[in-house]
């Protein structure tokens, strides 16, 4: 394995779920829950938390970006709005990982997880050059899962639909590294109607066109793209709330970094 450190094959290697998703899909609710599943299962996760807005953290981090970054002082300092400010304490927290990287490497050994939350806007992390380096770091060192969490009751439509899959998508591809699609707030709506959806491009195609008129062949070409997407994609349905879907999670991370990462 590659791991910083000179750690040796036989060492435990921990594996990376960073978790990414669209402002109130549930990133940090679901770590909260990912954290306490874990630690059930004699897990030892390491939590990470990237988010300087965050007013209250509903679990323990090891290590967390608002014990560094004053986020309302960098608004005053640099005077910025609130995004402007999330993005430059990711910057200034940026220049520092390696620190961080350091303090997982002292802990390696006897951990299994490295979890991490992001800020809620999701572009702030996914299309900044602070999100790209941390991603890029941690999968240099650590088999490193995405789990894209979606909002299923909000995605219920398929215009919705299609838009946060091509998000996901667009991430893919950028990423490079292996995906779960984790539809959560199952507890709200049962994400049935996605399985559907990914799994039958005609009954998707139908659904579209009840649902509008308005650029149709544009969604239909679209679509046929995202049909692609799916075909070697991981999913699965969760609630981040009533922790139903956990065990099946944790099996496709296990799937996702087995296959990308066949020499862990
Ligand atoms: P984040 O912005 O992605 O970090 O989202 P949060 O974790 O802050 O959650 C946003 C809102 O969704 C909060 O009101 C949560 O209580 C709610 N929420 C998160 N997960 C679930 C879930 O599984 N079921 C339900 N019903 N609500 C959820
Ligand atoms: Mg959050």
Not at 110 to 137: C, H, K, M, R
């Amino acid at each position: 394995g590659a791991t910083a450190g000179g750690t040796t094959k036989d060492a435990k290697v921990p594996t990376v779920i960073l978790t990414i998703g669209m402002a109130g899909s549930g990133k940090t609710t679901f770590l909260q829950r990912l954290n306490s599943h874990l630690r059930t299962q004699k897990h030892v996760p390491y939590v990470l938390n990237l988010d300087p807005a965050v007013n209250k953290l509903p679990f323990g981090a090891n290590i967390d970006i608002r014990d560094t970054i004053d986020y309302k002082q960098v608004m005053k300092d640099y005077t910025l709005g609130p995004n402007g400010a999330i993005l430059t304490s990711l910057n200034l927290f940026t220049t520092k990982f390696d620190q961080v990287l350091e303090f997982v490497d002292k802990r390696a050994a006897e951990l299994d997880y490295v979890i991490v939350d992001t800020p809620g806007q999701i572009e702030i992390f996914t299309w900044s050059a602070s999100g790209a380096i941390i991603t890029d770091s941690l999968a240099a060192t650590y088999p490193t899962v995405l789990a894209y969490i979606i909002d299923t009751p909000r995605t219920a439509g398929p215009a919705t639909f299609m838009s946060n899959m091509l998000y996901a998508c667009s991430i893919l591809y950028k990423t490079k590294l292996p995906f779960i699609l984790v539809f959560n707030k199952t507890d709200v709506t049962p994400h049935d109607f996605a399985v559907e959806w990914m799994s039958d491009f005609e009954a998707f195609q139908r659904a579209l066109m009840q649902d509008t008129s308005y650029m149709s062949s544009l969604m239909n070409s679209m679509s046929l793209v995202l049909d692609e997407f799916y075909e070697n994609l991981n999913y699965c349905g969760l609630s981040a709330v009533t922790g139903a879907g956990f065990d099946d999670f944790m099996a496709q991370v296990a799937k996702a970094r087995d296959e990308y990462y066949a020499e862990y």
